[in-house]
């Protein structure tokens, strides 16, 4: 954690030294930031877009669902020196049943945009992640920023009431009065870096609020058990997606092949031509011999092979990030821990103990403030870290499709 000087009193507790990033986080996922993200799908434009697709998806598979030719009614009327009235009823028979495969592939279109939906939800909880990660951090590092602040302008004053007394030179002195205006440089540094994490955070959210959502307190370990790869990559919203892709892609094949079965149209006409009852019956059957439709039935043929290629690459590119994003995390989270059990406590002695040499005159100015400076710099180096290990933990939420599991939304 970071140092923190919360007065100009001297340090002597390490309840002093504590890192305001553990004030910003609990021990598991809260139930804030799960209603944080359901706030942040249910009011996004992008999630907005891909359900006003979905309810078009499912209005066109019903529209699919419908028998493709009506009824044709023909009233047929002269007046001459024979008056004749006839009515007729023609309609176009689906022989080859293309209705029901237009359904079924209007039901994998409607697939296709409900998985579509899914990963737009998941890749904007992904974006919204990593900016609050980098919200954290920045907040983290801007705290740290004022603690150096308090510590230096405590610094400055003893310096001014050693200088005076003639314990220290001219030179300490305007070190002292440097190292203070330094300080001040950095704060206006990170306020900035600050406000543009705010709003980072604000655009991938879509909503501004002054107080966001708290991050666990600790970062999780991924189970030892976890399913194979390919049983997670088979539960990705963009796989899913892509899968009912290919399976529409074969269903138009079949399509295009009933589309060159031509469709008889019968017809039966009755009427009247003077005293005489008329009946009639007729059959049409359109010849397919300037057009067989072959063409159409090569371009849906090579589209399926185009779809089952991309399957093919998404997978394999989806289980590498996977696996990178796997071992990365493990890195990340296997180095944090080591930084945290080996420089925690050793900074916060490492502080105290400068302060009293330098106070009893143990230790020169410049030595203190490099020796500050070194230690600060370590802190920000492990909150820097931190702030990765977050973001690679959403990295890896995101390539292995489980964000909504560790939210506790599975099925929503």
Do not use: C
């Amino acid at each position: 954690p970071p140092v923190i000087a919360k007065s100009e009193a001297e340090i002597t507790d390490e309840s002093q030294l504590q890192g305001d990033f553990r004030d910003h986080v609990s021990n598991q996922t809260s139930p804030s930031l799960t209603q944080f993200y359901l706030q942040v799908w249910e009011t996004h434009p992008s999630v907005q877009a891909a359900k006003a697709t979905v309810d078009a998806a499912r209005s066109r598979m019903n529209a699919a669902s419908q028998p493709l030719y009506n009824p044709e009614l023909e009233i047929d009327a002269e007046r001459a020196e024979t008056d004749t009235v006839a009515i007729g009823l023609s309609q176009t028979i689906d022989w080859a049943d293309k209705r029901s495969m237009k359904s079924n592939i209007g039901k994998f279109e409607l697939l296709v945009a409900e998985a579509d939906l899914a990963s737009i939800r998941q890749k904007i909880a992904a974006q919204v992640s990593d900016a609050l990660a980098g919200y954290y951090t920045a907040n983290e590092l801007h705290n740290l920023s004022k603690s150096r602040i308090k510590l230096l302008e405590r610094f400055f004053n003893i310096a001014k009431k050693r200088y005076k007394a003639g314990d220290i030179g001219q030179v300490d002195l305007e070190l002292a009065k440097l190292a203070l205006s330094t300080s001040h440089l950095q704060a206006a540094s990170t306020n900035t870096d600050l406000i543009s994490s705010k709003q980072l955070l604000i655009t991938a959210t879509a909503i501004t609020q002054d107080v966001w959502p708290a991050l666990p307190r600790q970062l999780p370990n991924i189970d030892n058990n976890i399913p194979d790869p390919n049983t997670l990559l088979d539960k990705l919203p963009e796989l899913r997606a892509l899968r009912a892709m290919t399976e529409a892609s074969k269903m138009r094949i079949n399509l295009a092949e009933r589309f060159r079965q031509p469709d008889p149209t019968v017809s039966l006409r009755g009427g009247r031509e003077e005293s005489d009852v008329l009946v009639g019956l007729n059959l049409s059957i359109p010849l397919f011999i300037r057009n067989t439709f072959k063409a159409e039935v090569n371009v849906a043929s090579n589209e399926s092979i185009q779809q089952e290629k991309l399957l093919q690459d998404a997978f394999l590119r989806a289980r590498t990030r996977y696996l990178m994003s796997n071992e990365g995390y493990r890195l990340g989270l296997n180095a944090l821990e080591k930084w945290l059990t080996s420089g925690q406590t050793t900074l916060v002695d490492r502080v105290k103990l400068l302060q009293r040499l330098w106070e009893f005159g143990e230790l020169s100015a410049p030595d203190y403030l490099i020796q500050v400076r070194e230690s600060l710099d370590a802190e920000i180096a492990g909150i820097e870290l931190r702030g990765k290990v977050w973001q690679s933990w959403f990295e890896w939420l995101d390539a292995s499709g489980e964000i909504e599991t560790w939210l506790g939304l599975t099925g929503n």
